[in-house]
């Protein structure tokens, strides 16, 4: 009876050719969907390189027709000795380069230990120290955010079921970026697919929008684009953005892709190239960015990114390396035994938008107090500029938790705050929002006594409350409170009585709003005539829908013509 032949190759080359396809298609799967960069930098590189050698060496002794010992002498002992032996005779440069990766990576892990480089580390963030009344000027209303990135995307996402020719093939990524846009804080977000089926019915076309959340006035709206987004995160195959991006760029180590806009409102994906400074896989960093477009995918890597570029380095590794800074300022040892002016970053942060750059503001406190701040950091996200303002008070949940007991009865819970310059005072904001993410009430915290706290429905009702606070315990003066002057000739004046007080109301000509003031703040206003000019200071307008604005004091310039006077009794 004539024996079927074997379907393993014969011939060694034969045998080579084999395994090598094999794996071959195993590293093209693992590629296509981890993604990792051909870099010896890159601790995914190894385990990518590892497989293949695993794959090819298992390959090689099947298609030998490698065969253990007999039954009867099968020991462990036996056992490995013939699997070594197959090794060397079969693959024995794949296993070199095998026991070559693993030496590499550990050798390199271990010459990247902050044991080894401690200065190093500490020296990844250069922190200059900055002066809060200079910097930090008093910014706008109209520049303050007041949402954080729960409500932000919750508004988004609300925004999505209005329209109910997207609604049902597409909906909200909850992938916001927070950006400056024609200057003003604004959260934008991509659409995704609902789903594979949505997908394959719409990839053509791409994705036709985008929403923008405005971070201010908490409007936000879906803005439809001319062509649709063909490059996003919710692709499946090639035109997936963490594909494409390593397809183009094989070698690169990228960080997380931000969606952002540009000044004309045409969509990007931003990556940040990483690179490794310490070691093998120590000291991560940031040296530039690639560039997508993400309707066409035309990128470009440029190590100096626009200025409408606002997310470089991000929150957690601007974040990780204030920790080394903080942390090795006197050396490893000291780290850990003594921590003689140890520092770190406080567990959360926010972002603020100055100088048409958006910042990330954290706290900084002792490794041996979660109890007190010694100031923060502000740090550029596209510059990584950093500066440390000595500010010793409340940490941030400190004053979160002062705010809320403020307004407990409602049942509101505080955002994460922001540092803003408050009558040159370091001044927690903090949105307070219900239980369906929608903010309801602010609060304004005074960083060094947290136990001043202001609440208000407006911002400008908060602050002219809070800086009344400071100036009734005695912390600034009263001429600090924000105001603006008006000045016109008088062309109403009405009255009223209000707790024993005689307050006028007062209308300028060409003006429709009424300027309040007691007799008892100014009383020259008990002897004013209609027709008199006067100049008026003011607090600033909450809106500009207020009818009635509350003045601090009230010059009269000019006295009414005689023919205007009223006639004597």
Request: negative net charge; charged residues 20%; contains cysteine.
């Amino acid at each position: 009876m004539k024996k079927t032949g074997s379907i393993l190759p014969h011939s060694r080359f034969g045998q080579i050719l084999w395994s090598l396809a094999i794996t071959l298609l195993v590293g093209f799967a693992y590629f296509y969907v981890c993604l990792p960069a051909i870099n010896l930098k890159d601790p995914e590189f190894y385990t990518f390189a590892g497989l293949l050698c695993v794959v090819f060496m298992v390959c090689s002794l099947i298609t030998s027709g490698f065969r253990v010992a007999a039954t009867e002498q099968a020991t462990p002992k036996n056992l490995f000795r013939d699997f070594v032996q197959g090794l060397k005779q079969q693959c024995l440069p794949v296993l070199l380069l095998f026991v070559a990766l693993v030496l590499i990576a550990l050798v390199g892990e271990v010459l990247s230990l902050p044991i080894f480089r401690a200065s190093a580390y500490q020296k990844l963030l250069d922190v200059q120290t900055g002066d809060f009344s200079t910097d930090i000027t008093e910014i706008s209303f109209n520049e303050i955010p007041t949402l954080d990135r729960d409500s932000a995307n919750y508004l988004g996402d609300r925004q999505m079921g209005t329209l109910s020719d997207m609604v049902s093939q597409f909906e909200y990524s909850n992938d916001s970026t927070q950006i400056n846009y024609q200057g003003r804080p604004v959260r934008v977000a991509p659409i995704d697919y609902a789903d594979l089926i949505k997908w394959f019915t719409n990839r053509n076309e791409g994705l036709p929008a985008y929403v923008l959340v405005d971070m201010v006035t908490q409007e936000a709206k879906v803005v439809r684009l001319d062509e649709g987004m063909k490059y996003s995160k919710s692709e499946p195959l090639n035109r997936n953005i963490y594909r494409h991006l390593r397809f183009e760029y094989p070698t690169y180590l990228f960080s997380e892709p931000r969606f952002e806009i540009d000044e004309a409102g045409q969509p990007w994906w931003i990556a940040p190239r990483i690179v490794k400074t310490i070691g093998l896989f120590g000291g991560t960093d940031i040296k530039g960015a690639v560039l997508v477009n993400a309707i066409t995918g035309e990128s470009q890597y440029l190590e100096e990114v626009p200025s409408w570029v606002d997310n470089l380095y991000t929150a957690d590794l601007i974040m990780e390396q204030y920790d080394y800074h903080g942390t090795y300022v006197r050396g490893f040892i000291n780290a850990y035994f003594g921590q003689r002016d140890v520092t770190v970053a406080t567990a959360g942060y926010n972002y603020i938008a100055l100088n048409d750059d958006v910042y990330v503001y954290t706290g900084v406190t002792s490794i041996n107090s979660d109890q007190s701040n010694l100031g923060f950091l502000l740090c550029n996200q596209r510059t990584k500029e950093t500066k440390f303002y000595t500010a010793p008070g409340a940490t941030e949940y400190a004053a979160m938790s002062s705010a809320q007991g403020v307004v407990q009865d409602l049942g509101y819970t505080a955002t994460f705050p922001l540092l803003l310059n408050i009558a040159d005072e370091p001044t927690y904001f903090i949105p307070l929002k219900d239980n369906t993410q929608l903010v309801k009430t602010y609060a304004m915290v005074n960083v060094s006594q947290y136990q001043v706290v202001a609440t208000g429905s407006t911002v400008s009702d908060c602050e002219q409350k809070y800086i009344q606070m400071l100036a009734a315990k005695g912390i600034t003066q009263p001429e600090d409170l924000p105001q603006t002057e008006a000045s016109g000739v008088v062309a109403e004046i009405r009255s009223a009585v209000l707790d024993g007080n005689t307050t006028y109301y007062l209308r300028l000509e060409g003006d429709s709003v009424f300027y309040a003031i007691s007799a008892q703040a100014s009383p020259s206003a008990v002897i004013l005539n209609v027709g008199d000019r006067v100049t008026l200071t003011h607090e600033l307008a909450e809106d500009t829908a207020q009818r009635i604005i509350n003045a601090q004091s009230l010059t009269i310039t000019a006295a009414a013509p005689a023919d205007d006077a009223p006639d004597a009794a």
